[in-house]
């Protein structure tokens, strides 16, 4: 089975061989992936029982743990790079966990829906209702999206809490960069992936 294309756009960024956490690793396709064809030391993080027990099934290594609990239990410079997909905006402390992810990790790959998307300020400018869109599929009482936040957002946190931006990759609903995403990011981009780095170790 091929790897979803979200998710072969982080394979990219992971190099051979580097130890990874992969935060809310889902059924563990990533890692799964990654253990075989780049040879990575990967690890996972869970709370949904049945995603535990598939991801031992496939020979991933998983923890059960709430994200909202912290990372406390990993020393610093534990990994080379830490993902999280699809979960910063659902978390209660995104700047907090962020922190963490940059503490035990030297880089890290996060990606979140663009509530900024044209899409979303449509429907707010002419229903005023909070929007539903493919990219934010949930209605306001039952989604699981306490944090959402725009492109221009999260580049103000990680440049308040001083973490470069070594990488971004705007996408649309595809998973396919497109011209008008790289001119207009925050109004045509549904989705980017960002690669971050810390101050100390910056690369670009």
Not at 146 to 160: G, N, S, V, Y
């Amino acid at each position: 089975m091929s790897l979803r294309k979200d998710l072969a756009i982080i394979a990219e960024l992971v190099n051979a061989n580097a130890r990874v956490l992969d935060l809310g690793c889902g059924r563990g396709e990533l890692l799964a992936h990654l253990q075989k064809f780049k040879q990575v030391n990967g690890y996972g993080l869970d709370v949904d029982p049945e995603h535990i027990r598939i991801c031992i099934e496939k020979g991933v290594n998983v923890i059960e743990q709430d994200l909202d609990a912290g990372l406390g239990n990993f020393a610093d410079d534990s990994f080379d790079i830490v993902v999280m997909t699809e979960t910063l905006q659902s978390v209660k402390a995104p700047d907090k966990l962020l922190r963490e992810m940059l503490r035990i990790g030297e880089e890290c790959v996060i990606t979140f829906p663009n509530f900024g998307h044209w899409r979303c300020r449509m429907q707010l400018l002419f229903f005023g209702r909070m929007p539903v869109a493919k990219h934010v599929p949930n209605t306001w009482f039952d989604t699981p999206n306490i944090h959402l936040c725009t492109f221009k957002d999260f580049e103000r946190l990680a440049a308040d809490l001083n973490f470069p931006i070594i990488e971004r990759r705007v996408v649309n609903l595809n998973n396919v960069e497109s011209p008008l995403g790289a001119v207009l990011p925050n109004l045509m981009g549904p989705v980017a992936f960002y690669r971050l780095g810390r101050s100390d170790r910056a690369t670009t």
